[in-house]
C-alpha cells in the first residue's frame, strides 16, 4: 500500500535543532522546541507530477492541527520552493536526490499565548459564481 509522496525526518537531536535557524530565517523558535519534524516529497514515488506538493502541504496542515488538538504549539516553516533552503537542507541531512524537503514543523510546548487572529475576509468568498 502507497501513503502517497511524502517521507518524514523526526528530529529531537538538540544540536540539529539549534542548527536549523541558519537555514531557515524565520526558525529561531527551533532552538526552544522539544522536537521538528522535516516534511520531504519523494520524487521517486511520484506518479502524477507535481502532486508531491500537495501531499507534503496536507501533510503539514494536518500535522499543525493534530499538535493543536493535544496542546502542542506549532509552527509551520518554509522550505520549498526557496532553492538555497532546499540544497541546504538537503546537505545537512544527507538525503537522496530524490528527496525534496518541503516544511519544517517546529513542535513544543508554548511559553506564552498568543491571542486569536481573525483572518476571515469576506471579500474573498464567492458563491456558486465569481
Same mark, same amino acid.
Not at 91 to 109: E, H, M, Q, W
Given at each position: 500500500?502507497s501513503?502517497?509522496?511524502? &517521507?518524514?525526518?523526526?528530529? !529531537?537531536? +538538540?544540536?540539529?535543532?539549534?542548527? =536549523?535557524?541558519? $537555514? @531557515?530565517p524565520?526558525g %529561531?523558535?527551533?532552538?526552544g522546541?522539544?522536537?521538528?519534524? =522535516?516534511v /520531504?516529497?519523494?520524487?521517486? +514515488?511520484? %506518479? *502524477?507530477?507535481?502532486?508531491?506538493? =500537495?501531499?507534503? #502541504?496536507?501533510?503539514? &496542515?494536518?500535522?499543525l @492541527?493534530?499538535?493543536h488538538?493535544?496542546?502542542?504549539?506549532? /509552527?509551520?516553516?518554509?522550505?520549498?520552493?526557496?532553492?538555497?533552503?532546499?540544497?541546504? =537542507? &538537503?546537505? $545537512?541531512?544527507k538525503?537522496p !536526490?530524490?528527496?525534496?524537503p518541503?516544511?519544517?514543523? #517546529?513542535?513544543?510546548?508554548?511559553?506564552?499565548?498568543?491571542?486569536?487572529? !481573525? +483572518?476571515?475576509? !469576506? #471579500?474573498?468568498? *464567492?458563491?456558486?459564481?465569481?
Amino acid at each position: 500500500m502507497s501513503l502517497g509522496y511524502t &517521507q518524514f525526518i523526526i528530529i !529531537d537531536d +538538540r544540536k540539529i535543532l539549534d542548527a =536549523l535557524p541558519k $537555514f @531557515l530565517p524565520n526558525g %529561531k523558535m527551533l532552538t526552544g522546541a522539544d522536537k521538528a519534524i =522535516l516534511v /520531504c516529497g519523494d520524487l521517486s +514515488r511520484e %506518479k *502524477h507530477k507535481g502532486y508531491w506538493m =500537495l501531499d507534503c #502541504s496536507a501533510a503539514t &496542515q494536518n500535522m499543525l @492541527l493534530a499538535a493543536h488538538a493535544i496542546g502542542l504549539g506549532a /509552527c509551520w516553516l518554509g522550505v520549498f520552493p526557496k532553492d538555497e533552503r532546499i540544497k541546504n =537542507l &538537503q546537505n $545537512f541531512f544527507k538525503t537522496p !536526490d530524490n528527496i525534496i524537503p518541503f516544511s519544517v514543523i #517546529s513542535l513544543g510546548y508554548p511559553d506564552e499565548e498568543s491571542g486569536k487572529v !481573525d +483572518r476571515y475576509d !469576506d #471579500s474573498i468568498i *464567492h458563491k456558486n459564481t465569481w
